[in-house]
């Protein structure tokens, strides 16, 4: 039988923390790798999100156990399988969100501030903005933008426009795989309409638009290469030519992927499994190094 503790870990979705690794992103872009003090910030603010996203997971969880029950994988959650009382999830989400305010308030206002945007944006998204069309991708987008914006404030560091950019077009593509994947295999209600108002021919629209989108973030990584503002960070910047042809790659294979139905419906069970992924990772960080 499956330990309470076990149940938890599951409950508080552990393994979706990674995506708050995002608030590393100012700091390492910044070269501030040597900085203990704000690795001390950045730790503490890892933490605090992460806590404040379990807290949204489990909310998203009670109000959606219905529909939850239903699909092929939600179902074996903790709170939909019956493992889990709501009034048990509830008490969890009080202390997740009451630990992740108090950690939050000792890295600084500013990041504090940012937490409560995402906080308000995430909870908007589970109740409402979830069933917009297109508009649920673009909030999806905006929440991994906003955890870029608040690891700047965490470390008291000025977020680039060209990293605000970057982020925006590579989440909204990879927030249109997700829904172009879980769009694939949702069947249809009686009016011929999928769930969260999504309609078969809405599929085409999903797989002319996210690649497109993907794409405009290389265009976005060239111009930024080709500014002054890579000169004075980089002693040899010509390196970092070789970053395009990589997340060119990157792009165009995720979608190749999603086009065979091979990518999972939760993107980061996806990414962990993809090898391809990990290698373009370790190539972009061979790259910035010789460019430092």
């Given at each position: 039988?499956?330990?309470?503790?076990?149940?938890?870990?599951?409950?508080?979705?552990?393994?979706?923390?990674?995506?708050?690794?995002?608030?590393?992103?100012?700091?390492?872009?910044?070269?501030?790798?040597?900085?203990?003090?704000?690795?001390?910030?950045?730790?503490?603010?890892?933490?605090?999100?992460?806590?404040?996203?379990?807290?949204?997971?489990?909310?998203?969880?009670?109000?959606?156990?219905?529909?939850?029950?239903?699909?092929?994988?939600?179902?074996?959650?903790?709170?939909?399988?019956?493992?889990?009382?709501?009034?048990?999830?509830?008490?969890?989400?009080?202390?997740?969100i009451v630990a992740a305010a108090f950690l939050a308030i000792s890295v600084?206002?500013?990041?504090?501030?940012?937490?409560?945007?995402?906080?308000?944006?995430?909870?908007?998204?589970?109740?409402?903005?979830?069933?917009?069309?297109?508009?649920?991708?673009?909030?999806?987008?905006?929440?991994?933008?906003?955890?870029?914006?608040?690891?700047?404030?965490?470390?008291?560091?000025?977020?680039?426009?060209?990293?605000?950019?970057?982020?925006?077009?590579?989440?909204?593509?990879?927030?249109?795989?997700?829904?172009?994947?879980?769009?694939?295999?949702?069947?249809?209600?009686?009016?011929?309409?999928?769930?969260?108002?999504?309609?078969?021919?809405?599929?085409?629209?999903?797989?002319?638009?996210?690649?497109?989108?993907?794409?405009?973030?290389?265009?976005?990584?060239?111009?930024?290469?080709?500014?002054?503002?890579?000169?004075?960070?980089?002693?040899?910047?010509?390196?970092?030519?070789?970053?395009?042809?990589?997340?060119?790659?990157w792009i165009v294979d995720i979608w190749r992927q999603a086009l065979r139905?091979?990518?999972?419906?939760?993107?980061?069970?996806?990414?962990?499994?993809?090898?391809?992924?990990?290698?373009?990772?370790?190539?972009?960080?061979?790259?910035?190094?010789?460019?430092?």
């Amino acid at each position: 039988m499956t330990s309470f503790v076990v149940i938890v870990a599951k409950q508080l979705r552990l393994y979706q923390w990674v995506k708050n690794i995002l608030l590393v992103l100012p700091m390492v872009l910044a070269h501030r790798l040597d900085d203990v003090d704000a690795w001390i910030q950045i730790s503490i603010a890892f933490l605090a999100f992460s806590l404040c996203a379990s807290t949204v997971y489990i909310i998203n969880d009670i109000v959606d156990v219905e529909a939850d029950r239903r699909h092929h994988r939600k179902r074996h959650r903790p709170i939909a399988s019956g493992r889990l009382g709501v009034r048990t999830a509830l008490i969890m989400a009080a202390m997740c969100i009451v630990a992740a305010a108090f950690l939050a308030i000792s890295v600084s206002e500013q990041f504090v501030g940012w937490m409560v945007i995402y906080l308000l944006t995430t909870t908007t998204y589970s109740f409402v903005l979830k069933k917009v069309v297109v508009v649920d991708v673009l909030v999806l987008a905006g929440l991994y933008t906003i955890r870029v914006v608040a690891g700047g404030a965490a470390t008291d560091i000025l977020v680039s426009p060209w990293l605000l950019m970057m982020t925006l077009f590579v989440s909204t593509s990879l927030a249109f795989v997700k829904r172009y994947t879980e769009l694939l295999s949702m069947p249809l209600e009686e009016d011929g309409v999928m769930r969260r108002g999504y309609q078969r021919a809405d599929v085409e629209l999903i797989r002319v638009v996210g690649p497109t989108i993907g794409l405009l973030s290389v265009l976005v990584l060239t111009m930024y290469i080709a500014g002054e503002d890579v000169q004075r960070l980089y002693r040899t910047p010509q390196w970092l030519w070789l970053c395009v042809p990589i997340v060119l790659y990157w792009i165009v294979d995720i979608w190749r992927q999603a086009l065979r139905g091979l990518v999972h419906d939760d993107p980061i069970i996806h990414v962990a499994r993809d090898v391809r992924g990990w290698v373009v990772a370790l190539l972009l960080g061979i790259v910035a190094a010789l460019a430092t």
